[in-house]
DNA sequence: GCGACAG
DNA sequence: ATCTTGTCGC
């Protein structure tokens, strides 16, 4: 029991933005984690024309990318998807899910943006301060935030900036092909965000983190 | 007011 | 997110 759930189900767009207010000034934007043996992805799937949120996380093996232990949860979907609200629609179940584990992660890299967000809480933050733990934003796309054209070798990055601010970083996780956007979730800095975001890199554009979780979550 | 807009 | 097979390119 890792987790401190007090989400409310039918929360307003007002009170949904005034609880991101609150949160995002617990987030931690330096390094403060342990040895990092374990590395877990989180993500989530719609069943039942979207009225049930399936949640999946997986841990592996770090560095050596191997899946230990996996789970899920399924839940009713009780949040709509706005643009900027993405955590009130996925982290009842996404905690639910990481509250069966019996190996918790060092480190879990979500789905979605970290503070790469308008008011600095994206989902990977906002999950990261619910269960206190070091989070990683691995988005496949952008929300807000400017940057430089990437070059197209597999490593390259650039700094993602919003008001004049570094949010994240654009990283190139597979030459030739799209880049990813990596930001601070929770208790890790963005240099070392980026690392381990490389670290789990193999073949594809996607860390095996986020790759198994998508499997898990999706599969029915 | 007009677009943009994680999954 | 999800609907979906083969196909073009490195």
New binding site residues.
């Given amino acids: 029991m890792i987790s401190n759930n007090d989400f409310s189900s039918n929360l307003s767009y007002e009170e949904a933005k005034i609880i991101q207010q609150q949160l995002r000034h617990q987030v931690i934007t330096k390094d403060q984690l342990q040895e990092v043996n374990y590395v877990a992805g989180v ?5 039942d024309n ?1 009225k049930i949120t ?1 949640a999946a996380v997986a841990v592996l093996k770090f560095p050596s990318l191997e899946l230990v232990e996996n789970q899920i949860a399924l839940i009713p979907t009780n949040f ?8 009130f ?2 982290i009842p179940a996404l905690l639910k899910a990481i509250d069966k584990l019996t190996i918790i992660p060092d480190i879990i890299l ?5 503070i ?3 008011r600095r ?4 933050s ?1 999950l990261g301060v619910l269960i206190d733990l070091p989070t990683i ?8 935030g400017k940057h430089e054209e990437v070059p197209l070798e597999k490593g390259s990055w650039k700094p993602l900036i919003d008001k004049k601010e570094i949010i994240g970083a654009v990283l190139r996780s597979r ?2 092909v799209k880049p990813i ?1 990596v930001s601070i979730g929770h208790k890790i800095s963005l240099p070392t965000a980026l690392n381990f975001v490389m670290a789990c890199l193999t073949k594809y554009r996607l860390p095996e983190t986020t790759r198994w979780a ?1 499997k898990l ?2 599969d029915k």
Avoid: M, W
């Fill in positions: 993500d989530v799937g719609f069943k979207y399936q709509p998807y706005i643009p900027g609200f993405l955590s629609r996925e979500c789905d979605g943006q970290g790469a967000h308008p809480l994206g989902i990977a906002h934003g691995v988005a496949k796309s952008l929300l807000i030459t030739n956007y998508d979550a999706s």
